[in-house]
């Protein structure tokens, strides 16, 4: 393979408990690059996933992506990043984000101004993490005096990353943060159309996340991939589909079919194919080249299917 992206793999979110550090073991010995934990509001906390894979492996990178900015303190999210980044060196990122609204406005903490405490927050977290002292308002909170004990700081900080979509939320992930995370679907047009908005003065990741089938019937694979693809088209998702040739084609089948299950089973295989890693294992070290050619610098694949194992070890074919 050609490609020079990082390529890791998503810790499902609703894995048993049980199954948990199998999965992150095995993603490490079969080769994966860096394992990507989620923090979803009514599954599992994002720190405490990341502690637990990082202390029952030994090489493989771990991110987080995202935690939901509002949801903590910036002053105790310093601290845990920090703890992360002292505990297990140049293996932690953390991506940050404005969290989905719904789940955002379920737990009680959407704030007035989204891009701006986001802004704000990821700064402060920054600053804390670099030895600095914060006082007064900071993301809406009034801050007091505020640092990290000199011996609580990491000799290198983990890169900080916003996980956000829309042109303003790019552009600020540009200004305030080390790289992007890209929700799925991934495309190389979105990533193009991303960069342009995220307008980095320097160098910056791209971090990708895509619904992933691998097998040597490619009908098998897009088979798989379908079902996880019954979301797409929603109001959220409209900056990932906008650049897509087949757009206005999208947005009319989207429109045609009255329930999810009919919008997945009428979806043509090659959309199916260009909307996820869907494929014989060439054909998707081809689509991981031709993100990687568009500026992505780690493909994180999702694991499609009921059996998450059996889907890391098909998914390993592509390394």
Known sequence: MT?????????????????????ARTAENVGFDELWVVEDLGFRGGFSQAAAVLASTERIGVGIGILPAASRNLAFAAMEIATLGQLFPRRVEVGIGHGMPGWMRQAGCWPERPLTFLSQYTEGV??????GVL???????????VRLAPSSLPQVVPPLLLGVRGPRSLAASGQVADGTVLAEPVTP????????????QGAHRVVAYNLAAVHQDPNVAIATARPGLEWIGEPDWAPHLEPLPFAAEFAALRADCATRQEFVERLPSHWVQQLALAGTPDQVRARIDDLAAAGVTSNVLIPAGPDALAALKQLSTVL
């Open 126 to 131: 920054r600053a804390l993490l670099a030895g």
């Open 189 to 200: 047009e979105y990533v193009v159309a991303a960069r342009e908005q995220i307008a980095a």
């Open 135 to 145: 006082d007064g308002m900071v993301a809406g909170t009034r801050l007091e005096d």
């Open 3 to 23: 490609s020079t992206s990082s390529i890791g793999v998503m810790l499902p979110r609703d894995l048993p408990a049980h199954q948990v550090l199998n999965f």
